[in-house]
C-alpha cells in the first residue's frame, strides 16, 4: 500500500509527463506549422517560376517560327 507521500509522488510524476507531452506536442505544432508556410512559399515560387518558363517557351517557340515560314517561302 502506499503512504500519501508515495502517492503525492507519483500524482507528481504523471502531471509532469503531461506537462512535458503537451509541451512537446506544442512545438511539433509550431514546427509543422513553419514547414508549411515554407512549402507554401516555394509552390508560389514554383508556379511564378513556371508560368515565366511557358512565357518564354511560348516566346521562342513564336520567334522561331518566322524563318521556318521564311525558308518554307523559299
Request: proline share 1%.
Amino acid at each position: 500500500m502506499l503512504s500519501n507521500s508515495g502517492l503525492m509522488i507519483q500524482i507528481g510524476l504523471v502531471v509532469s509527463c503531461i506537462y512535458v507531452f503537451i509541451t512537446n506536442s506544442r512545438e511539433v505544432e509550431e514546427e509543422m506549422e513553419f514547414s508549411n508556410s515554407i512549402m507554401q512559399e516555394q509552390a508560389h515560387e514554383l508556379q511564378r517560376s513556371n508560368a515565366d518558363l511557358e512565357q518564354f517557351a511560348y516566346i521562342i517557340s513564336h520567334d522561331l517560327k518566322a524563318p521556318v515560314r521564311n525558308i518554307n517561302g523559299l
